[in-house]
Nanobody, 126 residues
Framework: VQLQASGGGLVQAGGSLRLSCAAS????????MGWFRQAPGKEREFVAA???????YYADAVEGHFTISRGKSRNTVYLQMNSLGPEDTAVYYC?????????????????????WGQGTQVTVSS
């Protein structure tokens, strides 16, 4: 599985951006995809994820102003980011895994995602 992230850029506080993550390769085996971010000097953190059955879940910090969704092809996942603030400045990474989820488990840690794309920079100016 290969992942290609795009859509980052510079935006003013209060603005919006939409990130895209296109998967290729063994896409039929993907069970969930998500986004993580890493700000300068901070650890990587979970942002949002979506399962193959379209269950979505979010980090508390972005709940309500970020939305993760899947494209018609189902191999592309989007992260719509609204009401951006300087605290959202980070490199955003797309990730995916082929492990079958069960028992209501929704992964929020990086080591639960085997495949990673290159990062895309999001910078929010105040």
């Amino acid at each position: 599985v290969q992942l290609q992230a795009s859509g980052g850029g510079l935006v003013q506080a209060g603005g919006s951006l939409r990130l895209s993550c296109a998967a290729s390769g063994r896409t039929l085996s993907i069970d969930y995809m998500g986004w993580f971010r890493q700000a300068p000097g901070k650890e990587r953190e979970f942002v949002a994820a979506i399962t193959w059955s379209d269950v979505t879940y979010y980090a508390d910090a972005v709940e309500g102003h970020f939305t993760i969704s899947r494209g018609k092809s189902r191999n592309t996942v989007y992260l719509q980011m609204n009401s951006l603030g300087p605290e959202d400045t980070a490199v955003y990474y797309c990730a995916a895994d082929t492990s079958r989820l069960g028992g209501g488990y929704l992964p929020r840690v990086g080591n639960a995602f085997r495949y990673w794309g290159q990062g895309t920079q999001v910078t929010v100016s105040s």
